[in-house]
């Protein structure tokens, strides 16, 4: 799983029935500083996650798993709201 | 499997029902030397490990969510099975 923000939200109408009633949101992925790494991304939210917050999310085969028994397409799936956040103060910068 | 070394956690109230009960460590992967060897991620704790262990991180899904909840079909994509005592290398 991997930290990110949720930057934006995606609307499409036109997608695979599968899809349907799905939230599709975008986030930047992030490193424990806080700090952006890589690229924006899609993600299915599963857990309510709104624009702002800090996340975190599954990748892979396992990002469908939130919604079974649909089989919802998603390599990437948001399944946590980060309240807090503690790095060993050893390990930063 | 990679070795990586626990620096931190995170505390999520809301989050997959998987997820409840476990531990959600951030760990950095590194080389046997100790030395950083990629970018953090999130690994569900399995072993009772803790901030600054070297552990060893699965990052196959269906075996981490086996490990770390007891049964397969769980969203989660890493989990940490096993707190390492030693590495040797040979020369």
């Known amino acids: 799983m991997q930290l990110a923000r949720v930057v934006g939200t995606v609307?499409?109408?036109?997608?695979?029935?599968?899809?349907?009633?799905?939230?599709?949101?975008?986030?930047?992925?992030?490193?424990s500083s806080l700090a952006q790494k890589?690229?924006?991304?899609?993600?299915?939210?599963?857990?309510?996650?709104?624009?702002?917050e800090l996340?975190?999310?599954?990748?892979?085969?396992?990002?469908?798993?939130p919604f079974l028994p649909a089989e919802v397409p998603s390599d990437c799936t948001i399944v946590g709201i980060v309240d807090s956040l503690f790095v060993d103060s050893e390990f930063t910068g | 499997m990679i070795l990586a070394r626990v620096i931190g956690n995170v505390?999520?109230?809301?989050?997959d029902a998987r997820y409840e009960g476990g531990r959600i460590m951030i760990v950095r992967p590194i080389n046997p030397d100790g030395s950083d060897a990629g970018e953090e991620l999130l690994a569900l704790d399995a072993v009772d490990s803790g901030v600054g262990d070297m552990v060893v991180v699965v990052r196959e899904g269906w075996s981490a969510s086996t490990t770390s909840t007891g049964s397969p079909g769980a969203a989660i994509d890493s989990a940490i099975v096993g707190v390492v005592d030693t590495v040797e290398e040979n020369a």
């Open chain 1, 55 to 65: 996340v975190f999310w599954c990748r892979g085969r396992e990002a469908s798993f």
């Open chain 1, 11 to 31: 609307v499409a109408t036109v997608k695979t029935e599968s899809l349907e009633g799905c939230k599709l949101l975008v986030i930047q992925p992030l490193d």
């Open chain 2, 11 to 15: 505390v999520a109230t809301q989050k």
């Open chain 1, 38 to 52: 890589g690229q924006p991304m899609v993600a299915i939210d599963s857990v309510g996650a709104g624009k702002g």
